[in-house]
């Protein structure tokens, strides 16, 4: 099976309109103002990564940041991987390079998600991921259905895990 060819890198302010388009077609996703997604890819470009394709169409993406109270956390907020990709692991790839990237720069040593129950997939990309970088995580709900979203929403459920090698590199 061949995949196609993507261009990981960091993003740009050019790739707003494009990040809000994608993330548009990847429901359920919680799509944000174009105006969050530039900031997304200019604020915290250092803690974000894009994949384009040949064509230089932005086909992934995966946002995050470092929480003010504990910078030694990358905080992953969303990832987006566009439909013509799925099922050539590029959202691992993705994930495993921003974590190199950002822990090599500035030393992060955890990496912190929230994942609802039924996000089946993203548990098994970030399961695997901590699989990969040989770290343990644990689980707990950080927002909670009932208290947070008045029941119109699935529990948000935390996944820590580290700490990540001081040599971590993918």
Known sequence: ?????????????????????????????????????????TDFADTAIAAENADGNLVGFISGYRPPARPDTLFVWQVAVDSSMRGQGLALRMLLALTARVAAATGVRFIETTISPDNAAS??????????????????????SQHHFSGLHEDEVLYRAGPLPLDSKQ
């Open 1 to 41: 099976m061949s995949f196609a060819p993507v261009k990981l890198r960091q993003p740009t302010d050019g790739d707003g309109h494009s990040l809000h388009q994608l993330v548009a077609r990847c429901q359920p996703l919680d799509t944000n103002s174009v105006y969050c997604n530039l900031l997304q890819c």
């Open 123 to 144: 548990q098994a990309l970030f399961l695997k991921a901590f699989n990969q970088l040989g770290i343990s995580h644990s689980t707990s709900v950080l927002f909670s």
